[in-house]
Structures are given as C-alpha cells and as structure tokens.
C-alpha cells in the first residue's frame, strides 16, 4: 500500500475530529458513551498537532492520521485513526511496517474493544 505522512497544522483540527469521530465514535459511545465538547477537548489535549501526520493515499485521499513521537531509542504510535471507508485495506498495516523498518522499539497504544486488533498481530 502506497501511502504520504503530511505534518498537520492547527487549521486540521477539525479534520482530524471528522476522522476521529468517524473512525471509533461506536467503540467509545460503548465503554464511556460520546460527548462532543469531552472528545474534542481530549483529542486537542492528547494529540499535540506536532505529532500528528495526515494520511494520504493515492489520488491525494485523506484516509486518516496518526500519531507519532520518535526518539533515538523508540517510535510511540499514540493513535492510528483510519476512517470507516479506509479500514481493513492495508492502509494501518503499511503504516506500522513503514515504521518497523526503522529499526527502532516501536509501541502502540490500542483502544482494547478495537474488533480490527487482532489483524495487528
């Protein structure tokens, strides 16, 4: 899967809510219930914009966004959203591959009621 990390800005913040939302919206509404003022807060306070790549595929697609905080030592994959419409194609699996290849300790925070975790394996 051919794909493009772009460094977003703070203009994509509404954006990355619209993934955000469409990606795991029915997951959370089952453990915690979907508050939107509570999940915008959460996602402007635990995804600093610096560490956020958008997702492109190609024909320049947003497919979704992820997540990352590199170091010597490690890469820290805190969120991996892929909208509905771009999920079990390959998309989430190149990403993680892509990041493997660096050679570094690579972890993954995983939301555990995710049906699609268990393809991560």
């Known amino acids: ?46 995804t600093p914009i610096e560490q956020v790549k958008l997702i492109f595929i190609s024909d320049n697609k947003l497919a979704g966004f992820v997540q990352l905080t590199e170091n010597e030592q490690e890469i820290f994959i805190g969120s991996l959203f892929l909208t509905s419409q771009f999920q079990s194609k390959g998309i989430g699996r190149a990403i993680l591959e892509g990041q493997f290849q660096k050679r570094k300790n690579v972890r993954l925070e995983v939301l555990k009621i995710n049906p699609l975790e268990k393809n991560a394996n």
């Open 1 to 46: 899967m051919v794909y493009r990390l772009q460094q977003a800005t703070e203009h994509d913040f509404e954006t990355l809510y619209e993934i955000k939302t469409d990606s795991i919206k029915p997951y959370v509404e089952k453990i915690w219930g979907w508050d939107e003022e509570v999940q915008k807060a959460f996602l402007r306070r635990e």
